[in-house]
DNA sequence: TTGTAAGCGTTATCAT
DNA sequence: ATGATAACGCTTACAA
């Protein structure tokens, strides 16, 4: 009835538990017959090879760190369940396993990272929400701790393994769609952000459109980053004669949406990161690759785990737009 | 440079190996002076036990597993968002970790849980998403595992541990709110469900309206889960006189809602689980109190750990009201 | 109060 | 091809 261990199979077996350790570990170097006998009685005792041994002999955990970024104002929150998901699913396909924690601000994740460090809790961390000045990628990195961030370091080039999600080739391809269905001029929507991920998806409608430097003003608005905004943004586009817009945000998207409607113009919205609230009331929305991310993520740290030295990764992936036809004419 | 280890502290500090574990584990057992001391060095080496060596010796993990519930719809998955993230940071003030897996169906979930189990992996489980006819918390009992549940077992009586939100509670708050604000009939519009949560739900409504069976045919219906269902219902409540009423969901509540505003009616829609969605468009809801929940899911979990054979606990919270000021008429 | 010895279950090294 | 031996770093007796 007790967990089997190396020593008691070994001694059922007849074999010494170095055997038993071999088939499982170097299945080549132990003869067909002794390994088929061993593979057999691992099966019926049910034997599985204890964690926290193999952890303690082999120095790795097969174990991650993730800091689960701070609770669901929600709208955002969408894209990282889904990365999560995905995330959990790709690692533990090459048995890893995720542990999460939570921290108030980037020096206590750090903190934490550094005690999971020096107690051998984990063998490599993830990095997530990346902005300008990130001091998090080099800190780790100092560490000698394998990481990789979702996300580019946005000031300086990094160092470090990342992957990130192209956003100005996601807003360039909407903006060319919107520009091919005939709607002229396409307007933008974004944020006051002139280093980042705002920048970055401003930067993908400027670039598909040709505007003039008076053009991008007249046809783009920066704001905050809530529907309400969007739709005050929106009702100064239409003035501008602007129906079609990318929005750098699904709660841009949807201010900007009802505003149409509620003018009854017919138009088109765009928005960003297919949310559930853009599939809800059938909004077009530019969907980051979110399982794509995961897997690119977990390769890249498990190969910097088994290289620390190798060169860095960039993955840069485009995500995808989901066009849904919109009754933007209630 | 290297990681200082119990034998290498004791070395500097010209004490054994023991005493220094004695000042972390039973720290009563040493002089205060050697004490002082031995924390010294412990701080100025940045020592930090190695998780592996003492998970060996002590058969603990301080780890807890939970899978994470099949990827976002979304709509629901708010709800588990913030459950998760309380979770994550009421483990880890009691100094627990917990790790994720994801499983296609109940099944895999045991599977997977049973190999955490064999392989010593984890102290305990939390199961979520219970439903009638749920296997898991029996399976993982006989397993000899701790576990708790956020969900009520829908069926029989649970002689597991479970904490879980009173749905009837909260819809009978909210039904009560709107007969006190003058609504009258207050009308339900649930799921097609006889044994669970949407029982449940359907449950509180009619407690609190008192009505006879005849008017809760009238005034209630039972739709899929969608905007779409909901707003049918809508349309239907309405030509009963019932411009007030109570969803078992937000995205039922979202139809019923934009249904009356459509037909330019002013009345009252609450909803339930207070999704972002909710919070967005200035729909009342229910909130569940998965702050409150979590930590309950950890102390019991924790008991349970330390208290295999303790009676079974069962804890159910009470959701609150979200109040929003609706504009109802645009 | 402190030190000594044993063992948790593996895997790596070296012999056979 | 297989087996014996020695760590990995810690904690829980028990002895001094």
């Avoid at 997530?128 to 961030?149: S, Y």
Wanted: charged share 25%; net charge neutral; proline share 5%.
């Amino acid at each position: 009835m007790k967990k089997p261990t190396l020593d008691t199979l070994a001694a059922q077996v007849g074999v010494s538990r170095q055997t038993i350790s071999n088939v499982l570990n170097k299945p080549e170097k132990v003869s067909p017959q002794t390994r088929q006998r061993v593979l057999a009685a691992i099966e019926a005792a049910g034997y599985r090879p204890s964690n926290a041994a193999r952890a303690l002999r082999t120095q790795r955990t097969h174990t991650l760190a993730m800091r689960l970024s701070n609770a669901g104002d929600g709208i955002n929150g969408a894209v990282m369940d889904g990365f999560l998901h995905a995330l959990v699913t790709a690692a533990g396909l090459r048995g890893y396993r995720i542990t999460l924690f939570t921290a108030a601000d980037d020096s206590a994740e750090l903190d934490i990272i550094r005690e999971f460090r020096d107690s051998k809790a984990i063998d490599g961390v993830i990095l997530t929400d990346t902005h300008a000045g990130d001091q998090r990628p080099n800190a780790i990195h100092d560490l000698r701790l394998p990481v990789v961030a979702f996300g580019r370091p946005w000031d300086r080039e990094g160092e470090h393994d990342w992957v990130d999600v192209d956003g100005a080739a996601g807003v360039a391809q909407a903006t060319r769609r919107l520009l091919d269905d005939g709607h002229t001029p396409v307007g933008f929507i974004g944020w006051p952000d002139d280093t980042g991920v705002g920048a970055d998806r401003y930067a993908g409608w400027a670039r598909a459109t040709g505007y003039s430097a008076d053009q991008q003003r007249r046809y783009s608005t920066r704001q905050l980053d809530s529907p309400v905004a969007g739709g005050e943004a929106m009702a100064k586009l239409l003035d501008e004669g602007v129906t079609a817009v990318v929005c750098a945000s699904d709660s841009l998207a949807i201010g900007a949406f009802g505003r149409l409607r509620d003018k009854g113009v017919a138009g088109h919205v765009v928005g960003f990161d297919d949310t559930p609230v853009a599939r809800m009331i059938g909004l077009s929305s530019l969907r980051q690759p979110v399982h794509e991310v995961a897997k690119h993520v977990v390769e890249t740290l498990l190969g910097r785990i088994s290289d620390p030295e190798g060169e860095p990764r960039h993955i840069l992936l485009p995500p995808t737009l989901q066009a849904r036809t919109v009754a933007s004419t209630s």
